[in-house]
């Protein structure tokens, strides 16, 4: 058997190529849009792509089967399960509780595992030649390593009421399947360390059955499933916005991307024509590029592992917009943008220069320290915590008032506009983005306490809990 695990840092996410190498053919699980990988895996190891297997309806990424599909011929093996309005609208090999897929040597058995979302399955793998037993679980979004996956997104993202308690139940029930297995079962997620699809995953790739039965906090309540679904439901991170674009496309029949975009270089006078018409910039510097001068209007947020997902709590599907980034950076930037589907760019530029061609002048952003935060904070000012409900609620500067910085664009009237207002985050990230969105929309009163409560902290200043 040939086994490769490829993760995206950027969003957290596992995907999986499993081959039989004595046939040369594979099957992929769970790709991610960016297909290349894919092929390039193939390419290099003689293997034709034949399988396609999804866990299920993804949230948080845009999956590339069909992509995937269009390009090898491979067939897509999907969850039929779930039930009325969890099926997939397009063709595919639909998969039930007890299916078996056979891939030359290697089997994959289906076990439906409901709680994350109705029509959740994941692939028991048994590799016939080496043993007749199982060896390997693909559970998606079922079972982390330390963590499950959280029965809440469909109700808090995609706004599908009741689905919560229900999803928590169900879930209940699949871990109680999970705990039959035997305890040498490989478990590989979809998952790890970093993704909103839970709320404590591990940073390992894999864990085994056993493991989980020992130390994962689910397997606590085998006897108490209202303290399970009470303590699932608990303190779990707000959604990103995009979950719910990504539930609708991850379905529906949909445009193909088959290939990364080259993206088109913008010269001066087009960069002003498009600003002139309302388009959007966001600006990938990193966030002291930033502050030491950007375009007016433009949205800061920085090219790194999250970059993807903020720009997927502020950018439109609808909307064209532009890209601000070093030409060296530009495919790793595109390849984030693409696996959230957020393909309407309508161009870069490489650096501030093109806009002061075009007459155009930059701001600088106001960033203060710890010691003139504390003075500010002696006068009548707002102090404005951009972090989620759950890490202000662990321990906060006195006297902030919280407005998560992802719900800040429809939070603005709860921001002063006639005292002076200091903005944090825990390491300045979140708060750099805060400023861009505040300045944006007319606010000329904003410091940005960039150190944050990591700062706060390392000085030995209070927090309220």
Same mark, same amino acid.
């Given at each position: 058997m040939f086994f490769q695990h490829i993760y995206d840092k950027s969003l957290a996410q596992s995907s999986y190529?499993?081959?039989?190498?004595?046939?040369?053919?594979?099957?992929?699980i769970d790709p991610k849009r960016d297909v290349d990988t894919y092929l390039e895996i193939a390419k290099v190891n003689n293997m034709e792509i034949t399988h396609i297997f999804e866990t299920h309806i993804h949230a948080d990424f845009l999956a590339g089967s069909r992509e995937l599909s269009k390009l090898t011929g491979a067939q897509m093996y999907l969850s039929d399960e779930g039930g009325p309005g969890w099926e997939y609208e397009f063709a595919h090999h639909g998969l039930k509780d007890g299916d078996k897929i056979k891939l030359a040597n290697l089997v994959f058995?289906?076990?439906?595992?409901?709680?994350?979302?109705?029509?959740?399955?994941?692939?028991?793998?048994?590799?016939?030649?080496?043993? #007749?037993? *199982?060896? =390997?679980?693909? +559970?998606? $979004?079922?079972?982390?390593?330390?963590?499950?996956g959280r029965p809440d997104l469909?109700? #808090?993202? *995609?706004? =599908?009421?009741? +689905?919560? $308690?229900?999803?928590?139940?169900?879930?209940y029930k699949s871990i109680q399947r999970f705990s039959s297995l035997p305890d040498y079962i490989q478990v590989w997620p979809g998952h790890g360390a970093g993704s909103a699809c839970g709320k404590s995953l591990g940073s390992v790739p894999s864990t085994t059955v056993g493991y989980e039965k020992l130390r994962n906090w689910a397997f606590s309540y085998d006897k108490d499933e209202s303290g399970f679904v009470q303590y699932l439901l608990a303190d779990q991170p707000e959604p990103p916005k995009y979950f719910a674009m990504m539930k609708k496309l991850n379905k529906v029949d949909r445009p193909l991307l088959t290939e990364v975009p080259v993206l088109k270089k913008l010269a001066a006078s087009e960069l002003k024509d498009a600003m002139d018409k309302g388009m959007k910039v966001l600006d990938a510097r990193d966030k002291v590029e930033f502050e030491a001068g950007f375009i007016p209007g433009s949205?800061?947020?920085?090219?790194?592992?999250?970059?993807?997902?903020?720009?997927g709590w502020f950018l439109n599907y609808e909307e064209k917009f532009i890209i601000?980034?070093?030409e060296s950076k530009?495919?790793?930037?595109?390849?984030?943008?693409?696996?959230?589907?957020?393909d309407n760019i309508y161009g870069y530029i490489p650096s501030t220069t093109v806009w002061t061609e075009a007459g155009g002048q930059l701001?600088?952003?106001?960033?203060?320290?710890?010691?003139?935060?504390?003075?500010?904070?002696?006068?009548?000012?707002?102090?404005?915590?951009?972090?989620?409900l759950t890490e202000f609620n662990s321990g906060h500067i006195g006297n902030a008032d919280n407005v998560f910085v992802g719900t800040l664009p429809q939070n603005l009237d709860k921001i002063s506009k006639d005292k002076k207002v200091v903005i944090h985050c825990q390491g300045g990230d979140r708060a750099a983005i805060g400023y861009s969105i505040l300045v944006k929309n007319g606010f000329k009163n904003i410091s940005n306490f960039s150190g944050g409560i990591n700062d706060w902290v390392n000085k030995g200043e209070p927090l309220v809990s």
């Open positions: 190529f499993i081959g039989c190498q004595k046939a040369g053919v594979a099957a992929v058995e289906v076990l439906h595992t409901p709680g994350h979302t109705p029509e959740s399955i994941s692939f028991l793998l048994t590799d016939i030649p080496a043993s #007749k037993e *199982a060896v =390997m679980l693909f +559970t998606g $979004d079922f079972v982390f390593v330390g963590d499950i469909l109700e #808090k993202a *995609a706004g =599908m009421v009741g +689905t919560m $308690d229900a999803g928590a139940k169900q879930m949205l800061n947020i920085q090219g790194n592992n999250s970059f993807a997902t903020w720009a601000l980034a070093d530009l495919d790793d930037l595109t390849r984030k943008l693409m696996r959230i589907g957020l701001e600088k952003a106001i960033i203060i320290s710890l010691e003139e935060a504390k003075k500010l904070m002696q006068g009548d000012i707002q102090i404005v915590d951009l972090r989620g």
